[in-house]
């Protein structure tokens, strides 16, 4: 242990210039991402979850989409298919309400069958994925690729389904007005 006394106004005033320039130059440097100026990412969240068992046979697949503009939002709908486990397309009827697309297939699907929900996913020229933020404001022409995004099963009978327990997985506080560290905004964020 090192006891250092100090005296004096000037030497203190001294020291704590001192003790500013070692921390700053020790400190790491980290993207400024917890700045509120830094825009929100559009993300998406399909309702039944990958591996999903006993989806009732009169369930809506619903994908919730935030902070994604609202013109851009009855579009996302046509961004998925439902396939059985034949890999037919089943054909779905598509309702957007406000941050939430509801996908009914046409038809109830059958008992005992194992569904697949598919969304194209945008490429640019090169190959490379882009996300939905990319993919938003994209002025190069972008290639679409189908891939899986969950897998689930329907039960044996329509009186064999369970009420299904809600749970919040991931929380979103957003303040616009609140002030924040480098704007008008403030967020908070688990996942």
């Known amino acids: 242990m090192v006891l250092v ?22 400190a790491r440097a980290a993207p400024a991402l917890a700045c509120s100026c830094v825009g929100p990412m559009p993300t998406r969240s399909v309702v039944p979850r990958d591996g999903a068992t006993d989806f009732p046979i009169d369930g809506l697949v619903r994908v919730f989409v935030m902070d994604f503009p609202a013109p851009q939002r009855g579009a996302i709908g046509a961004e998925y298919r439902l396939r059985d486990a034949s890999g037919a397309v089943v054909a779905l009827d598509v309702a957007v309400v406000e ?44 290639r679409g690729i189908w891939s899986p995004v969950t897998t689930f099963t329907t039960p044996a009978s329509p009186g064999a389904t369970r009420a299904l327990v809600p749970t919040l997985t991931n929380a979103r506080l957003l303040f616009r007005y609140g002030g924040g560290d480098c704007g008008p905004s403030t967020s908070a964020r688990r996942a």
């Open 99 to 142: 941050t939430r697309i509801d996908l009914r297939p046409h038809a109830p699907p059958a008992s005992s069958a194992t569904y697949t929900l598919e969304q194209v996913f945008a490429y640019d020229t090169a190959g490379t994925r882009l996300t939905d933020l990319q993919r938003i404001g994209a002025t190069s022409s972008l």
């Open 5 to 26: 006394v100090i005296s004096g106004k000037e030497t203190m005033r001294r020291v704590g210039i001192v003790c500013l320039v070692l921390a700053a130059a020790l």
